[in-house]
């Protein structure tokens, strides 16, 4: 059983910064994908970033519309760790962020929920107006 634990959430002005964490343990798969959906009141779950490997050290990254060019996804190996960095905080912004990962590398599943096996509990994150 993988245990995936978010953090980094918080409350934070627009127009700032925030960098979340998410480091996956434990089990006996690999987490080749690791990805950010996220859940605002009221509405469905939606797809924010994934990171893909490729082999040979290279991933690949996908985004959603509606953050590319401001949030930014990496990963750290030695800690299976993936990082959210998110810049030019929005009030819609707003939700419970969510870390999930899959031993699947299917580029064309990668915004699917049902893709990945383990969740996180999500962490807040806050933007005010």
């Known amino acids: 059983q993988v245990k995936v634990v978010e953090s980094g959430g918080g409350l934070v002005q627009a127009g700032n910064s925030l960098r979340l964490s998410c480091a996956a343990s434990?089990?006996?798969?690999?987490?080749?994908?690791m990805a950010w959906f996220r859940q605002a009141p009221g509405k469905e779950r939606e797809f924010v970033s994934a990171?893909?490997?490729?082999?040979?050290?290279?991933?690949?990254?996908d985004y959603a519309n509606s953050v590319k060019g401001r949030f930014t996804i990496s990963r750290d190996n030695a800690k299976n760790t993936v990082y959210l960095q998110m810049n030019a905080l929005k009030p819609e912004d707003t939700a419970v962020y969510y870390c999930?990962?899959?031993?699947?590398?299917?580029?064309?599943?990668?915004?699917?929920?049902?893709?990945?096996?383990?969740w996180g509990q999500g962490t807040q994150v806050t933007v005010s107006s």
């Open positions: 434990g089990g006996t798969f690999s987490v080749d994908t």
């Open positions: 990171l893909i490997w490729q082999g040979n050290n290279a991933y690949l990254a």
């Open positions: 999930a990962t899959t031993p699947r590398r299917d580029e064309d599943k990668v915004r699917v929920g049902a893709t990945y096996y383990y």
